[in-house]
């Protein structure tokens, strides 16, 4: 929010969207991606690759939401 107005730009987070349309990747079960679990499925199939990011940095995610929450800021 420090930043709105400042840059000028559209900015979409797409993720594996691109790999899937391309059919270079495959989504995970119908069930898995309507229970928000398809992060599982890819994290199975390139743990090398996802782990680090999945399980390091959103971690890091969680615990800085987590304080802010109990801090009780914005």
């Known amino acids: 929010m420090e930043h709105l107005g400042r840059v000028h730009a559209v900015i979409f987070a797409v993720g594996a969207a691109f790999d899937f349309i391309a059919g270079n990747k495959s989504r995970g079960p119908e069930w898995m991606s309507r229970n928000g679990l ?3 499925y890819r994290l199975a199939s390139e743990p090398r690759r996802l ?22 800021r914005d």
């Not at 390091?56 to 109990?70: I, P, V």
């Open 38 to 40: 398809e992060w599982v």
């Open 51 to 72: 782990a680090i990011r999945y399980l390091k940095d959103n971690s890091r995610f969680a615990l800085k939401f987590l304080g802010q929450l109990l801090s009780g």
